[in-house]
């Protein structure tokens, strides 16, 4: 068995500070570091958003924050602007040891359309490439940890079940944004789709 650590999202943007900061966001930082050495490979992601994305609030009149829109490829949560491109809140979080990563992928940086999963976008199609990546290495097993567990982290371990990973999520090293109980319903999606919640 060959195992990835994939972190997921650790960003500026995504700690206290942020522009949607995750409670406790940047506690994970030094455990996660701590955990690399136990893998075969290390990948991180970074949601990698334009300016003026379409996931942001404000680019729809009258919306707010945290208002949900339908998009062509399903509903959408709106966010405050968040990881711009270049921007600091998309830098990884200062203390995060990136020297290890194997692979750095980003996602969300098409206009028009969300990417929470590493490995497809949210109309569930559109690939990352990371499915690729993760086989042509030899790769069967994945843990993952970072932000937001209710959204990044699960979209994409409930994605890596579906494709066929051993896929675990070490709760631990995640923190949630937890919106109108989105934590719970998340942990039954990821159960539900073969997810083994450590
Ligand atoms: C995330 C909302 C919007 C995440 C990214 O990393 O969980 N959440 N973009
Ligand atoms: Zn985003």
Known sequence: MTKALIVI??????CPGGALAVTGGDEIVGPVNALMAEYDAVVLTQDWHPAGHSSF????SG???????DMPYGSQILWPDHCV?????????????????????RKGFRPAIDSYSAFFE???????GLEGYLRTR?????????????????YSAVDAAKL?????????HC???DLDGSLAASRETMIAAGVTLA
């Open 9 to 14: 999202d650790v960003q500026n943007d995504f």
């Open 85 to 105: 491109q270049g921007s600091p809140g998309a830098h990884f979080h200062p203390d995060l040891t990136t020297d290890r990563a194997d692979l750095i992928i």
């Open 57 to 60: 609030a404000s680019q729809h």
């Open 164 to 172: 066929g990973f051993e896929t675990r999520v070490l709760q631990e």
């Open 138 to 154: 030899g790769i069967t097993s994945l843990d993952m940890v970072g932000l937001a567990t209710d959204f990044c982290v699960a």
């Open 122 to 128: 949210n109309d569930h199609e559109t690939p990352t």
């Open 63 to 69: 919306k707010l924050p945290f208002d949900v829109v």
């Open 175 to 177: 923190r949630a944004i």
